[in-house]
């Protein structure tokens, strides 16, 4: 399955130069020999470039592959001498983007296309050479990104349009491309960017920091890496907002427990247990600081009037089982008033439904139960209702259904060509593995399989 390619996508060459700054760019010859002979190492950097790898593959076996090898050496030929403002090699920002992937199991094309995705742009090398040294499928990968960064540096250059449509209109350029890992390794190479942000001057960070927020981090959001959104946008309040960051950071002490989640989650499976209910998960999360900081922001609220910093979400199989689950639940933890909501009984105009209660745990901490069946949740992540159009208010809710699953069908099938697993399809369309997914994913590893049960469903509605 292939998502659409918008028109036009093909620029020769493209720059981002500003993202990752380098101090100086490697000839045309250096840039042949790279591809030509990937494994000659000049004898000045060959032990400090060995080294790297080596730390690289202790940390993942996927830079062990040959064709990874393959491209970590031409990556290296390519931006020798080159550096990135910190003062580091600027391969070390290529073998990091690579890690970011490798964290999240891509594959080793993927992985190559990572460790080579500047050189295009940032060492000479062309989109022909690539593919003759490392396949099509690699090269292809390599010009996504840098048609990426080209579109992002155009954007930021149009001073026209308000930055909100030029963000939404970006995103939706992003997502549109041919080869969706593409946009992965533009995100992997965003995360290190920010990672590494304190070494540009303030107003850079801060031209960064922005645009992040604007683009990449809703995009990881819709992509549904949450973690990699999340990271994104800490690292963009910090820079955005240092005094608020820190004054948050300082009180958030008070009421961050890491152990609770575990603990609830595990004292409520035994009550379930007990009570002989059956569930399909139970997942718990820690809210992230930038948002408790946009919700304090949004609703004009104090630290303590937010009753979500910590989460657990159980899903359930039937609409039954989520009040026989609730009444669970309050029997465990006393209630904190005023905060149940039944979105079942009601749904939101949105469609959205599930239990939401507020307990005292017993590190006497508010926590938020949430209480859904596997429908009420695929319509939560996929559906009108979708969690990352709740949270970016998202204006034009006018794509249909069909329009959402085929979107869905997508985004997994990509993510699943990454893991090397099998496609789940949906009953009625073919044999159906069920897949065990590995993806850090929240969304993905809690929708796999409802996509199965659920597809058709929503498919003839
Ligand atoms: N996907 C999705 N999630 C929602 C939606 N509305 C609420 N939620 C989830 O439910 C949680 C609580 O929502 P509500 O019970 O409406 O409460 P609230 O108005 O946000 O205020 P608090 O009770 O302070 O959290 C949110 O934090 C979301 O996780 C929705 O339309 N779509
Ligand atoms: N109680 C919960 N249990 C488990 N996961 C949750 C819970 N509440 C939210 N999540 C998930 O945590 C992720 C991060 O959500 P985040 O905390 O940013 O927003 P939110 O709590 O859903 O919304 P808001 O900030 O408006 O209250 C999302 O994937 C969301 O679906």
Avoid at 52 to 78: D, M, P, W
Avoid at 284 to 297: A, L, V
Avoid at 325 to 346: A, M, N, Q
Avoid at 430 to 449: E, I, K, Q
Wanted: glycine fraction near 6%.
């Amino acid at each position: 399955t292939r998502c659409r390619t918008p028109p036009s996508l093909s620029f020769a060459r493209a720059s981002d130069q500003g993202e990752a700054p380098y101090a100086r760019p490697p000839s045309a010859r250096r840039a042949r020999a790279a591809v030509a002979g990937c494994e000659e190492v000049g004898p000045a950097s060959s032990a400090a470039a060995a080294a790297l790898l080596a730390g690289a593959q202790s940390r993942h076996a996927i830079f062990r592959e040959e064709l990874v090898r393959r491209a970590y050496y031409a990556a290296e030929a390519a931006h020798r001498g080159q550096m990135r403002a910190s003062g580091d090699p600027y391969l070390q920002h290529c073998v990091e983007t690579a890690a970011l992937l490798a964290e999240l199991g891509a594959g080793p094309p993927v992985i190559a296309a990572g460790l080579l995705h500047d050189t295009v742009d940032d060492a000479g090398l062309d989109y022909g050479s690539i593919s003759e040294q490392f396949g099509a499928g690699v090269a292809d990968l390599v010009k996504g990104v840098s048609n990426l960064s080209h579109l992002s540096k155009l954007a930021r250059r149009n001073d026209t349009a308000s930055r909100t449509d030029e963000a939404d209109r970006l995103r939706t350029v992003f997502l549109a491309m041919e080869d969706a890992r593409a946009v992965l390794i533009k995100l992997a190479d965003r995360l290190h960017n920010m990672r590494t942000l304190d070494s540009l001057p303030k107003i850079k960070q801060q031209c960064f920091a922005k645009e992040t927020l604007e683009i990449f981090a809703p995009l990881a959001n819709q992509l549904g890496i949450l973690n990699w959104k999340e990271q994104l946008e800490n690292l963009c309040f910090k820079h955005l907002y240092p005094e608020q960051y820190e004054e948050l950071s300082s009180n958030l002490h008070e009421f961050y427990n890491r152990d609770m989640i575990a603990a609830a989650i595990r004292r409520l499976e035994q009550a379930l247990q007990v009570r002989g209910l059956s569930y399909r998960s139970i997942s718990g999360r820690h809210k992230s600081i930038y948002s408790i900081y946009s919700k304090m922001t949004r609703k004009k609220l104090d630290m303590d009037e937010i009753y979500d910093v910590h989460g657990v979400r159980v899903i359930l199989e039937n609409k039954a089982d989520c009040f026989t689950t609730l009444e669970v639940v309050h029997h465990l933890w006393p209630r904190i008033p005023g905060k149940f909501k039944d979105y079942v009984s009601s749904p939101k105009s949105n469609g959205y439904q599930s239990l939401h209660t507020v307990v005292l745990s017993e590190e006497t901490l508010p926590l938020e139960i949430q209480i859904r069946t596997a429908d009420m949740h695929l319509q939560a992540e996929f559906g009108i209702a979708a969690h990352w159009r709740y949270k970016e208010g998202v204006r034009n809710c006018s794509s249909s259904l069909p329009e959402m699953v085929e979107w869905v069908r997508c985004v997994v099938t990509w993510q699943c060509e990454t893991l090397h697993i099998d496609h789940p399809s949906p009953p009625g369309l073919g044999s159906s593995p069920r897949a065990t997914c590995t993806f850090p994913s929240v969304t993905l590893m809690a929708v796999l399989s409802p996509i199965q049960n659920n597809v058709t469903t929503l498919d003839q509605s």
